[in-house]
């Protein structure tokens, strides 16, 4: 269905699809009513309990050209202390839900785009992708996570030379440093980004949402931590009648029929 100016929302089966729509304007960020449109999405999803993955993707040949200058030129100090938290948590909020959230990217994603993306699961590109994080050339650093979550992708040599260095990279590098962990064709590109969610979507939701949970701990904690955690989904999984069903459609050779939330 159509959503907004800057979004479609629709659902394909229990995998919701978040659509950049704004083809025409390279769907760029423009101002406050892109990002209050995605803040409205996110809130229908943190209800949608129905919900098992997610694809972000967008309309027509580029993902996104970034934030429009125009809005960039008229943002002052006091407006980014009044919003920018909001904001920050707005790209990284996809890591709150439950389940695994997949961009799927083309063409241009620049800047702000990138940071949205830097927000999800995983990224899949096609082959016709460039990537450039350019706001240091504007007078400014990354702000809604590029300086924190780049760094902990790429590393912090190469976010270094992404973001002081403003170079654009293909796909073919952006697979090298690990920004991205999957290259496709172009025409293959939302076939392959929809396979993926609904692959996931098929898997007991219990483990897949400890799962996702327990790699962001170990990403950003001690092995310490990490084996606490282990423990205690291990404990919660363990016996539950989403395991059972598990093992018994793997034996019996049918597809399994999860009910955990």
């Known amino acids: 269905m159509s959503y907004g100016k800057h979004f479609n929302y629709t659902k394909e089966g229990d995998v919701a699809i978040v659509t950049l729509c704004n083809p025409k304007g390279f769907n760029l960020v423009a101002g406050e009513t892109f990002f209050r449109e995605l803040y409205e999405i996110q809130e229908i999803m943190e209800e949608d309990k129905t919900l098992r993955a997610c694809v972000i ?86 702000d809604m996570g590029g300086t924190a979550k780049l760094t902990h992708l790429v590393g912090i040599g190469q976010a270094k030379r992404l973001i002081l260095g403003c170079d654009e990279i293909n796909a073919e590098e952006a697979l090298r440093i690990g920004l991205v962990e999957i290259v496709v064709k172009s025409e293959e590109l939302q076939q392959t980004a929809l396979k993926y969610a609904k692959r996931m979507a098929g898997m007991p939701p219990a483990a897949l949402r400890f799962a996702k949970k327990g790699i962001n701990v170990a990403n950003e904690s001690s092995v310490a931590a990490s084996l606490l955690f282990e423990e205690a989904q291990s404990t919660f999984c363990c016996g539950t009648q989403d395991q059972n069903e598990g093992i018994d459609a793997f034996f019996e050779k049918r597809k399994p029929v999860f009910h955990n939330k």
């Open 57 to 142: 993707n967008a309309e027509g040949d580029h993902f996104t050209a970034g934030v429009d200058l125009k809005t960039l030129r008229q943002a002052d100090s006091q407006w980014i202390m009044d919003r920018l938290v909001w904001l920050q948590r707005l790209y990284s909020r996809w890591q709150e839900y439950p389940f695994p959230v997949i961009a799927a990217i083309q063409g241009i994603c620049y800047g702000s785009g990138m940071e949205l993306i830097l927000g999800c699961d995983f990224r899949i590109a096609a082959d016709n992708v460039r990537f450039s994080i350019p706001e240091v050339r504007f007078g400014l650093s990354p």
